[in-house]
């Protein structure tokens, strides 16, 4: 199962990201997240102890290894160098394992034709593209804020993308957006996740205003999704009722795929 999961800057991407990795790693399943986030918060929301969390580079910014790949310093613009480097390493080398998740920070990731062409670009799709063709038994990609960065010749792998949503029609606005670049690329499997929802009324204004998409489920608003951010502990564990909203979702997606098959 390969999800990848967008929307809105500050929708809660990311606290989904970690409560569905939590979530197949209970099941025993074999995870591997990755945080394609600039700066990096997956680790925080998974509760990763701060030694391991000190072990966490994004890929993106390891200077010295996009070197040893690509055959060019980062930044370089024009020269030479490999645009397919190895990268069948990464992800066991750079990635941590906490409580059954494996994560893998990559850092920012321009999967679009727009993205210059450079060594560091080389790399990071070479690499997303590399885990995409991966025989992981669960990849839960956490994107970047925003559209533009999807890629036509990557993400057409994923098995279904997860829109975050909060009840405000701004950011039904970027699914909408969203919605439109992912079938145009090929994405077929989408789904619509409403978070921060405080009541029926919240339940009623998502299910009246999707933008054509089904709902995969809801999380409730909730003020212990800082406490556990402040805390550094796993809004997972923190939270029960996103632990069990996410374990709903997970017997939906999978029962999805089942009939997919
Ligand atoms: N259900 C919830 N209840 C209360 N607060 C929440 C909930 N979900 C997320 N938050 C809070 O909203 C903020 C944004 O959440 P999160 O980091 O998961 O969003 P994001 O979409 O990944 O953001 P970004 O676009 O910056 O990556 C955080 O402070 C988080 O603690
Ligand atoms: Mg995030």
Same mark, same amino acid.
Request: hydrophobic content about 40%; overall charge negative; glycine content about 12%.
């Given at each position: 199962m390969k999800l ?20 197949y790693?209970?099941?025993?399943r074999q995870v591997l997240?990755v ?52 990268v069948d390493d990464i992800p066991e080398?750079?990635s941590? =394992?906490?409580?059954?998740?494996r994560?893998l ?23 997303f593209t590399h885990l995409l063709f991966r025989k992981d038994d669960v990849l839960i ?16 792998f994923v098995d ?20 439109? =670049? ?40 909730? =003020? ?8 550094? =502990? ?23 795929q089942?009939?997919?098959l």
């Open positions: 990848a999961i967008t929307g809105k800057g500050g929708v809660g991407k990311t606290t989904l990201a970690a409560l569905l990795a939590q979530e790693a209970d099941m025993n997240a945080d394609a986030d600039p700066s990096p918060c997956l680790a925080g929301a998974l509760g990763f102890p701060s030694e391991l969390r000190s072990k966490l580079h994004p890929i993106a910014e390891m200077d010295e290894l996009i070197e040893e790949r690509t055959g060019a310093k980062p930044g370089t613009i024009g020269g030479f160098f490999t645009l397919n480097p190895r080398r750079f941590v =394992l906490y409580k059954g998740v994560l920070e990559m850092g920012s990731v321009d999967l679009g034709g727009s993205g210059c062409i450079c060594p560091e670009s080389a790399m990071l799709k070479t690499l990609l956490d994107m970047y804020a925003g559209v533009e960065h999807l890629g036509r010749a990557t993400v057409d279904a993308m997860l829109i975050v949503v909060e009840p405000t029609r701004r950011s039904l606005g970027t699914a909408g957006q969203i919605k439109r =670049l992912a079938q145009d690329i090929g994405i077929k499997n989408l789904w619509l996740v409403g978070n921060k929802v405080r009541n029926q009324e919240d339940i009623d204004f998502l299910e009246s205003e999707t933008p054509g998409l089904p709902l995969l489920g809801f999380l409730h608003v909730d =003020l212990a999704v800082q406490e556990a951010d402040r805390l550094g =502990l796993p809004v997972y564990e923190y939270v029960p009722g996103l632990k069990k909203a996410a374990c709903e979702m997970v017997r939906k997606l999978e029962a999805g089942t009939e997919v």
